[in-house]
């Protein structure tokens, strides 16, 4: 079969991966809902936590950041000039899997120190042994999601994004299978423990605990299995084979090198908060709930404008289409402000709501959702500049630059260490959540003020700088309808039998508010949205 790429229309294709995503995320809400219930904040969920993050922490560096980084430029210019697209991704597919063979062996001796770097304030008890177990077996996951990421960059290239947005959705049912069939294990009166636990440790949710490591694994092999599928399918199967040095695979690591580092820098931020909240008795659950909520947003809009962006103004620039570039640019950053500016006003204004009716049940209690709030409300001051970055980041990609992005996360870098140690000893583990946000913004206003050497198509156009201002103004109005609205439902809230459906009116009143005044003021026009889904 030859392999033959679509034309991307770059709303249809956000529209297409944002539900996807949005239906992963809608699921992983259910995974930690259940979580939370199953197996509170003790021990055994910090330590699996830790544990679930560091394949993730890795697939930064090896799937979809800076090896897509390279690799999807590179292999939409191949594709676009019809220069043997095929042969070089099953080069790079080939190169990835070796490296990530050999990564995960050396992990597997070096996971103790790999703990210790995630959550040095485990050192001495539990949770660290149950971290290195956990991790031991979760780490293979970054072989099979790194190998999806690369097939799915592929994919994506070509003008196809729903299997590649999909895949995502297996982890969370898998995750969720396992957590009910550990939950039935102890219904039927089984018993886990290990050797090392002490009379007084707390291991409620052991056995979730051991269970969702194996399924982390499972389901990496079924992501990239679907997404292999899916890439054959389109004419693009790469088969496994011995790894080649070839020229372009020399190219490839040379462009990558940078963005590994830049990779690098954001894990350093990431590994810094981990710390800071390690040295804080279930601060690492309460900031990896907060961090699912401002995710939501975050993946729904940011990672489905990167994905579909990216490949877009690879594919203009290498056609010499800068009008169409711009174009493309100004939406992007219009639709990601339009949707992340008034979520994260609702993070910052309603979050006990949000957390209490979200989460707050089983082992998970008040005094958590209160935790879990404050470093939400952090983390959604910082959300629109994530998803800034998502924007800007592409031009620099695009142009096979990653030596200049690496250099502004160096300088975000040191932001994000200086507020998080510093804030530490003063509002304890929320300061790590802020300090990433106020390294977000750092990061946007570097990447924003870099973009002026490359033209007019860097530059957003004068509809995009119109309405900016009208969509926080929108956003504000939104934000005291969400203040008023939470006063006046605070008992429904607070009620078990009301709480969803009052959560679920709130929100939808927020939106409704938003809508008009949105409408109202100019800052979007809902028939400009649909036309250009037709046209594009």
Not at 474 to 500: E, K, N, Q, S
Request: with cysteine; aromatic share 10%.
């Amino acid at each position: 079969m030859a392999a033959i790429a679509r034309p991307i229309r770059l709303i249809s294709g956000f529209i297409t991966v944002g539900m996807w995503t949005l239906g992963s995320r809608l699921l992983g809400f259910v995974r930690d809902i259940l979580i939370a219930a199953f197996m509170g904040t003790g021990p055994v969920a910090e330590a699996f936590f830790i544990a679930f993050s560091l394949p993730n922490l890795f697939r930064r560096f090896f799937a979809e950041g800076a090896f897509n980084t390279a690799f999807v430029p590179m292999f939409s210019k191949k594709l676009e000039a019809g220069e043997n697209a095929l042969g070089f991704a099953r080069d790079a597919f080939a190169a990835l899997a070796t490296v990530l063979i050999v990564l995960t062996l050396v992990a597997q001796l070096a996971m103790p120190w790999l703990v210790l770097a995630m959550a040095g304030g485990f050192a001495g008890d539990v949770r660290f042994e149950l971290a290195v177990d956990f991790g031991r077996v979760a780490f293979g996951y970054i072989l099979f999601i790194s190998l999806a990421a690369l097939l799915s960059g592929l994919l994506n290239a070509t003008g196809r994004f729903a299997a590649a947005a999909a895949a995502p959705i297996l982890l969370n049912v898998v995750l969720i299978a396992m957590l009910l069939i550990a939950e039935t294990d102890l219904a039927a009166g089984a018993a886990f423990t290990i050797d090392s636990a002490g009379p007084g440790d707390d291991l409620t949710g052991l056995r979730h605990g051991t269970l969702l490591s194996w399924g982390i694994l499972l389901a990496g092999l079924a992501q990239v299995a679907l997404v292999w599928t899916a890439a054959s399918r389109a004419g693009f199967r790469l088969i496994p084979r011995l790894p080649r040095l070839t020229p372009e695979m020399r190219q490839l690591a040379i462009i990558m090198l940078p963005a590994m580092l830049a990779g690098g820098v954001v894990q350093i931020n990431l590994l810094v908060g981990r710390q800071v909240a390690s040295f804080f008795e279930g601060a690492i659950v309460w900031m990896s709930l907060a961090d699912r909520l401002y995710q939501l947003p975050l993946g729904v809009v940011g990672v489905a404008i990167g994905v579909v962006l990216l490949p877009d103004l690879s594919r203009r620039l290498r056609a010499g289409d800068g009008a169409g570039g711009r174009y493309a640019l100004s939406r992007a950053g219009e639709i990601c402000l339009a949707l992340t500016v008034p979520a994260a006003v609702a993070l910052c204004v309603i979050p006990v709501p949000l957390v209490s009716v979200l989460f707050e049940r089983g082992a998970f209690e008040a005094s958590d959702t209160a935790q879990t709030a404050l470093a939400l409300a952090a983390y959604g001051i910082g959300l629109p500049a994530f998803v800034l970055q998502k924007v800007l980041q592409p031009l620099y990609f695009a142009r096979e630059d990653t030596k200049t992005p690496f250099r502004f996360a160096l300088v975000a870098m040191v932001v994000n260490g200086v507020v998080a140690i510093g804030l530490a000893f003063v509002i304890g583990f929320v300061g790590a959540a802020l300090a990433t946000s106020v390294a977000a913004w750092t990061m946007v206003w570097l990447l924003a003020r870099g973009r002026r050497s490359m033209g007019e198509v860097a530059m957003f156009d004068d509809r995009y700088r119109q309405r900016l201002g009208r969509i926080v103004l929108a956003a504000m109005v939104m934000g005291l309808a969400l203040v008023i609205g939470a006063t006046l439902l605070a008992p429904a809230l607070a009620a078990p039998g009301l709480r969803y459906l009052a959560l679920a009116a709130l929100v939808l009143g927020g939106l409704a508010v938003y809508g008009l005044a949105g409408q109202a003021l100019g800052a979007f026009r809902i028939a400009e949205f649909r036309d250009a889904l037709r046209r594009r």
